[in-house]
């Protein structure tokens, strides 16, 4: 008995645990609140690479999107294009992102602009002000997010 199958038969027997990382990733996304995940959230479910395999098959199945190094993201199908989408709009995933991941995050000088009525231009919601280094990009299907920095 390979330990695949024994785990699959240990988790039977108890009957509490899913068989799969992949399976217990996905128990553990739909229970949640939360719209982003980091890598280190399912740490405990098994090996780092044992646990980026199952996080890649999701992000197959179209249950997560990767939306930056070691990010995730819930996702469900576009009605549109028929590709996965995150269920909720980019700036709120970035903000909760860099939130997790311990940033600052602010509003960008597009939106203040906006906000005191000095333009007319709507913002996207793909700037945002950080006050700390952010060396990563996030973002999702060629659409990522520009960094200010705060002054």
């Avoid at 479910?45 to 890649?56: C, E, F, Q, T």
């Avoid at 249950?63 to 709120?92: D, H, M, N, W």
């Avoid at 860099?98 to 007319?120: C, H, P």
């Amino acid at each position: 008995m390979d330990l695949r199958t024994n785990r699959k038969a240990i988790a039977g027997a108890r009957g509490s645990s899913p068989g799969t990382i992949a399976e217990a990733i996905e128990k553990k996304v739909r229970r949640s609140k939360r719209n982003v995940f980091l890598r280190r959230d399912f740490a405990e479910l098994g090996s780092y690479d044992a646990v980026g395999r199952a996080l890649r098959q999701k992000a197959r199945d179209g249950r997560l999107v990767q939306i930056g190094y070691g990010l995730y993201a819930k996702a469900e199908l576009s009605p549109f294009t028929g590709k996965p989408t995150p269920v909720v709009g980019i700036k709120r995933l970035v903000t909760e992102a860099l939130g997790r991941l311990g940033k600052k995050v602010a509003s960008s000088s597009f939106e203040q602009a906006y906000n005191r009525g000095r333009s007319t231009q709507v913002p996207t919601g793909r700037a945002v002000m950080v006050e700390d280094r952010v060396r990563r990009r996030i973002g999702y299907d060629g659409n990522y997010v520009i960094f200010e920095r705060a002054r």
